[in-house]
Protein backbone atom coordinates (compact mmCIF):
# COMPACT_ATOMS: atom_id res chain seq x y z
CA UNK A 1 0.00 0.00 0.00
CA UNK A 2 1.44 3.29 -0.19
CA UNK A 3 2.90 5.71 2.07
CA UNK A 4 -0.38 7.77 3.88
CA UNK A 5 -3.37 5.72 2.33
CA UNK A 6 -5.33 3.98 4.56
CA UNK A 7 -7.82 0.67 3.55
CA UNK A 8 -10.59 -0.12 5.74
CA UNK A 9 -13.44 -3.02 5.20
CA UNK A 10 -16.72 -1.87 6.89
CA UNK A 11 -20.10 -3.11 7.83
CA UNK A 12 -23.24 -0.21 8.19
CA UNK A 13 -25.62 -1.38 10.34
CA UNK A 14 -29.45 0.42 10.62
CA UNK A 15 -31.82 1.45 8.21
CA UNK A 16 -29.35 1.13 5.26
CA UNK A 17 -30.87 -0.90 2.40
CA UNK A 18 -33.54 0.64 0.23
CA UNK A 19 -32.71 3.71 1.23
CA UNK A 20 -29.75 4.38 -1.84
CA UNK A 21 -27.16 3.95 0.14
CA UNK A 22 -25.50 1.61 -2.04
CA UNK A 23 -25.64 4.11 -4.52
CA UNK A 24 -24.84 7.25 -2.38
CA UNK A 25 -21.77 5.55 -1.20
CA UNK A 26 -20.77 4.89 -4.93
CA UNK A 27 -20.82 8.54 -5.40
CA UNK A 28 -18.94 10.00 -2.31
CA UNK A 29 -16.33 7.21 -3.21
CA UNK A 30 -15.93 8.14 -6.83
CA UNK A 31 -15.99 12.39 -5.83
CA UNK A 32 -13.43 11.41 -3.08
CA UNK A 33 -11.29 9.22 -5.56
CA UNK A 34 -11.38 6.21 -3.38
CA UNK A 35 -11.02 2.28 -4.33
CA UNK A 36 -13.17 -0.42 -3.08
CA UNK A 37 -16.76 -1.44 -3.28
CA UNK A 38 -20.08 -1.51 -1.90
CA UNK A 39 -22.91 -4.48 -1.28
CA UNK A 40 -25.98 -5.32 0.58
CA UNK A 41 -25.83 -8.10 2.95
CA UNK A 42 -28.67 -10.49 2.86
CA UNK A 43 -28.51 -9.51 7.19
CA UNK A 44 -29.92 -6.27 5.70
CA UNK A 45 -26.30 -4.38 6.39
CA UNK A 46 -23.99 -3.19 3.72
CA UNK A 47 -20.51 -3.63 3.45
CA UNK A 48 -17.83 -1.63 1.93
CA UNK A 49 -14.08 -1.66 1.44
CA UNK A 50 -12.59 1.51 1.09
CA UNK A 51 -9.09 2.25 -0.26
CA UNK A 52 -7.30 5.23 -0.53
CA UNK A 53 -5.32 8.59 0.65
CA UNK A 54 -6.02 8.56 4.62
CA UNK A 55 -7.81 11.87 4.75
CA UNK A 56 -10.59 10.86 1.85
CA UNK A 57 -10.52 7.23 3.32
CA UNK A 58 -11.43 9.41 6.92
CA UNK A 59 -13.46 11.67 5.52
CA UNK A 60 -15.38 8.78 3.47
CA UNK A 61 -15.98 6.71 7.39
CA UNK A 62 -17.48 9.90 8.39
CA UNK A 63 -19.76 10.45 5.69
CA UNK A 64 -20.94 7.03 6.29
CA UNK A 65 -21.72 7.53 9.57
CA UNK A 66 -24.87 9.79 8.55
CA UNK A 67 -25.71 8.41 4.79
CA UNK A 68 -27.85 9.71 2.59
CA UNK A 69 -31.25 11.32 4.12
CA UNK A 70 -33.49 8.37 4.19
CA UNK A 71 -30.96 6.08 5.78
CA UNK A 72 -30.69 5.77 9.95
CA UNK A 73 -27.30 4.56 10.83
CA UNK A 74 -26.81 2.84 14.19
CA UNK A 75 -23.12 1.74 13.22
CA UNK A 76 -20.34 1.82 10.95
CA UNK A 77 -17.72 -1.16 12.08
CA UNK A 78 -14.19 -1.44 10.58
CA UNK A 79 -14.38 -5.21 10.64
CA UNK A 80 -10.06 -5.37 8.87
CA UNK A 81 -7.38 -2.83 8.17
CA UNK A 82 -4.31 -3.16 5.29
CA UNK A 83 -7.56 -4.66 2.96
CA UNK A 84 -7.15 -4.43 -0.61
CA UNK A 85 -9.67 -4.48 -3.59
CA UNK A 86 -9.07 -3.65 -7.59
CA UNK A 87 -8.61 -0.11 -9.13
CA UNK A 88 -12.23 1.83 -9.13
CA UNK A 89 -15.31 2.41 -7.02
CA UNK A 90 -17.81 -0.39 -7.63
CA UNK A 91 -21.09 -1.75 -6.44
CA UNK A 92 -20.98 -5.55 -6.26
CA UNK A 93 -24.11 -7.79 -5.92
CA UNK A 94 -25.76 -8.50 -3.01
CA UNK A 95 -23.97 -11.62 -0.77
Known amino acids: MKEGHR?????VR?????VW???WT????????LDGWVRNRRDGTVEAVLIGPRQS???MLSKMRDGPPA???????IVAEG?????????????
Open 7 to 11: SVHVV
Open 14 to 18: GRVQG
Open 21 to 23: YRG
Open 26 to 33: NEQAMTLA
Open 57 to 59: VDT
Open 71 to 77: AQVENVE
Open 83 to 95: VSAPSGFSVMPTQ
